[in-house]
Structure formats: C-alpha cells, structure tokens
C-alpha cells in the first residue's frame, strides 16, 4: 500500500524566516501531489498542487517536485504567525480515477514571533 | 466560506449506541468524501461516491455504513460505537476530474465514552 512519508514531524521557525518542508511517496506509480493546510481546529485547505517537475510559486509559498525521487518539498518565505498549521501532504496515481487521496502523518509548522 | 455542511459537529456517546452524520455539499461536486483524523491527525479516507455510486471503500468495520441519496448528500451511518471511533470524521468534495482538489467541511467530532 502506498505510503505517503513527511518530514520533519514538527518545526519551529521565528518569524520572517524560511520553513522547509519534505515528502516523499514510496510508490513508483504516484504522479500528482498536493499540500494543505490545517490551522488547529479547522478542516484541511488545499494550499498547492504540483504534478510537473521543476518548481511553482504562488507568493511566499513554493513547492519544488522530483519525479525520479517522488519527493516534493514546500518552502515558505518570510514566515509569518499565522502560517502555524499542520502541514499535510498527499499523493495520488491520476486525478480522476481512483477518487482517493493519500495524506503523509503531517508536519507541525509553528512560527514564533 | 463554508460550502461542505456537516451536522452535527460534535456528538458524545456511550459504547454500543449508533450515530449518525450528515454531510451536503452545494459546490456542483460529483464526488463526495468521508475521512478520519485520528487524535494523531492522521487523516484516512473511509468511503468515496461519485453520482451516488460507490467508488471507493477502504478497510473499514462494517459497523461503517455510508449512504448516498444524491450528489450533493453523503452520510455516515455507525452502528454500535466503539472507543477507537473516537475522531474527526471529515467530508470532503471534488470534481472526479480533480480528485486531489478536496474541499472539506468543518468536521465532526465523535467521542465515544
């Protein structure tokens, strides 16, 4: 069964800093990725998508993507408070047939002001 | 802004008791989810329809039912709780032709005494 594997389990950056963020799938099949966001005691938030390698930014926010190595990392820049979340990542085979989303355990992203 | 309703949002329960949760979603989305995030936050899908069709059914204790009337509704029927259903049960929905782009609801929260 696919596995889904993120690290670190939680991170502590201060504020304005840069978090860096990894996942990696252990199946070979898995071709699409994505990263929500989880402030505590709300549901998850789609964040970013990336299925190409290379690298996608959307403003503080980038996710680089190594097919070879099926590893995916997000970085946030200029870190802020509010970016304190459970960061989840998840990877499927396709995105339109099997319907299902596999999510990693999730890194605790906490910024200090 | 909440466009996947679930009821209720919290529900506290005997062990053996049944419990039910709704789920609707006006977003035009042809495939419904239900999740669980253990105490851990380790999220797992349960159950996936797609135009009230089941699509996807992991490993789950029969005692697990889900029904769908509609595209828009999906509910979670379980019969005679137990401790370890103790958790976040989140739905989710999606266009089939994007199934990595969930959106959840706010979740319910079922504690089994």
């Known amino acids: 069964q696919q596995k889904v594997q993120q690290s670190p389990e939680s991170l502590i950056v201060p504020e304005g800093g840069m978090a860096s963020l990894n996942c990696t799938s252990s199946d070979r099949n898995v071709d699409y990725f994505w990263w929500y966001r989880q402030h505590s005691g709300k549901s998850p938030k789609m964040l970013m998508s990336i299925f190409s390698n290379g690298e996608k930014e959307e403003g503080r926010f980038t996710v680089h993507l190594n097919k070879a190595s099926l590893h995916t990392s997000l970085h946030i820049r200029d870190s802020q408070p509010s970016d304190s979340a459970l960061y989840l990542c998840?990877?499927?085979?396709?995105?339109?047939?099997?319907?299902?989303?596999?999510f990693g355990d999730g890194t605790v992203l906490t910024v200090k002001p | 802004e909440t466009a996947v309703f679930q009821t209720p949002n919290y529900h506290v329960t005997q062990v053996g008791n049944e419990v039910s949760f709704n789920c609707k979603q006006t977003?035009?989305?042809?495939?419904m989810y239900w999740y669980k995030q253990d105490s851990k936050k380790l999220l797992k899908i349960m159950f996936s329809y797609n135009n009230k069709q089941l699509i996807v059914n992991e490993t789950v204790p029969r005692r697990f039912s889900p029904q769908s009337s509609d595209k828009a509704h999906l509910n979670l029927r379980i019969k005679s709780v137990e401790p370890e259903d103790s958790a976040v049960y989140l739905c989710?929905?999606?266009?089939?032709?994007?199934?990595?782009?969930?959106?959840f609801g706010e979740g319910s929260k079922l504690t089994v005494l």
């Open positions: 998840a990877a499927s085979i396709g995105n339109t047939n099997t319907g299902k989303l596999t």
């Open positions: 977003l035009g989305h042809d495939t």
């Open positions: 989710a929905s999606s266009l089939r032709g994007n199934t990595g782009q969930l959106y």
